[in-house]
């Protein structure tokens, strides 16, 4: 950790222009992480832009200089440097055709253990709960100052990667950092009310579809559910309307992995995987499926239906 970063901060001394890359379908640690180094970067005097596959929900309106963020690949046009956060890989960042033949130095900033080391500088450390951990400690290798909107950034990141501090990436060391950060001004209030408080009533009818349709096939450890176009529609719900379903089906005592399927805007079927047991790997199994992610939260997006999904997971466990 201590050299790479000591790396990464001296090759920006050195240069201008910057790309800030979050991962499509953004979450709370991707633009945490993004936005406090692009604030890093903007107070030494760099040139920054900011890029995600996707439109940011409304939801992290709250974050400082969350407008920066834009869908428009110009943004990597003109940049020495680009830095992608929160991405295993290049694909699931949503800028492996853009980056195929482009000259910047790549940064890779991330937390998952299944990261291919696509950086010309890879900060990688898949023992720490999220990104925005591995953030916040690159700035204290580089005694970077980190300002109450950094704060806010970082912690937003802590708090809903490890799910309000209740599930297993839940580490003495993402403790710590989380007290250090609202020590220097992290703002829990505006954080637990712009994301945990933000379930209206239509909402959580849509939940209780899914919940309906929690099922476990006998002889196996996987309890299961899914979402379909349909049902996003009639309650006019979007992807990030039912952020946090997964998370809540590991709460579960009578199945050792919960799995969570939703067809996409595409016709695909996106899969999350959630466990809480010491010797189970979900981040295999998703692996398996194309996907990959954490040993005890993962996910996959493939072609198909959620029936042929749902058997072709049964058959591979």
């Known amino acids: 950790m201590h050299t790479t970063a000591k790396q990464i901060h001296k090759h920006i001394q050195g240069a201008n222009a910057f790309a800030l890359v979050s991962h499509q379908n953004p979450d709370g640690d991707t633009l945490g992480s993004a936005l406090a180094f692009a604030e890093y970067l903007t107070s030494m005097g760099k040139s920054v832009k900011m890029y995600c596959l996707?439109?940011?929900?409304?939801?992290?309106?709250?974050?400082?200089?969350?407008?920066?963020?834009?869908?428009?690949?110009?943004?990597?046009?003109?940049?020495?440097?680009?830095?992608?956060?929160?991405?295993g890989d290049l694909r699931y960042a949503g800028v492996a055709e853009l980056l195929k033949d482009h000259s910047a130095t790549i940064i890779n900033i991330d937390h998952h253990a299944t990261n291919e080391k696509y950086g010309h500088f890879n900060l990688v450390m898949d023992k720490w709960a999220s990104a925005t951990e591995v953030v916040y400690n690159f700035f204290k290798v580089n005694n970077i100052r980190i300002t109450p909107t950094m704060a806010t950034a970082l912690l937003t990141g802590l708090i809903t990667d490890t799910e309000n501090f209740t599930n297993g990436a839940t580490s003495y060391t993402a403790l710590t950092?989380?007290?250090?950060?609202?020590?220097?001004?992290?703002?829990?209030?505006?954080?637990?009310?712009?994301?945990?408080?933000?379930?209206?009533?239509?909402?959580?009818?849509?939940?209780?579809?899914?919940?309906?349709?929690?099922?476990?096939?006998?002889?196996?450890?996987?309890?299961?559910?899914?979402?379909?176009?349909?049902?996003?529609?009639?309650?006019?719900?979007?992807?990030?309307?039912?952020?946090?379903?997964?998370?809540?089906?590991?709460?579960?005592?009578?199945?050792?992995?919960?799995?969570?399927?939703?067809?996409?805007?595409d016709g695909k079927i996106k899969g999350s995987f959630r466990t809480t047991q010491e010797d189970?790997?979900?981040?295999?199994?998703?692996?398996?499926?194309?996907?990959?992610?954490?040993?005890?939260?993962?996910?996959?997006?493939?072609?198909?239906?959620?029936?042929?999904t749902l058997n072709t997971i049964l058959t591979l466990r």
């Open 54 to 87: 996707s439109p940011v929900p409304d939801k992290f309106n709250f974050l400082h200089n969350i407008e920066m963020v834009s869908t428009d690949p110009n943004v990597f046009k003109d940049v020495d440097t680009i830095t992608v956060v929160d991405c």
């Open 280 to 308: 189970v790997d979900v981040a295999a199994l998703a692996k398996k499926m194309g996907g990959g992610g954490h040993k005890k939260a993962a996910g996959f997006t493939v072609e198909g239906t959620i029936e042929s």
């Open 177 to 265: 950092a989380a007290g250090e950060l609202l020590r220097l001004g992290g703002n829990w209030t505006i954080i637990n009310r712009s994301l945990m408080q933000n379930k209206s009533i239509h909402l959580l009818k849509l939940w209780g579809i899914v919940l309906s349709r929690l099922n476990k096939k006998p002889d196996t450890d996987i309890a299961y559910t899914y979402l379909t176009n349909k049902d996003l529609a009639e309650h006019g719900a979007n992807d990030a309307d039912v952020e946090g379903i997964s998370n809540f089906l590991n709460k579960l005592n009578d199945a050792t992995i919960s799995l969570f399927m939703k067809e996409t805007e």
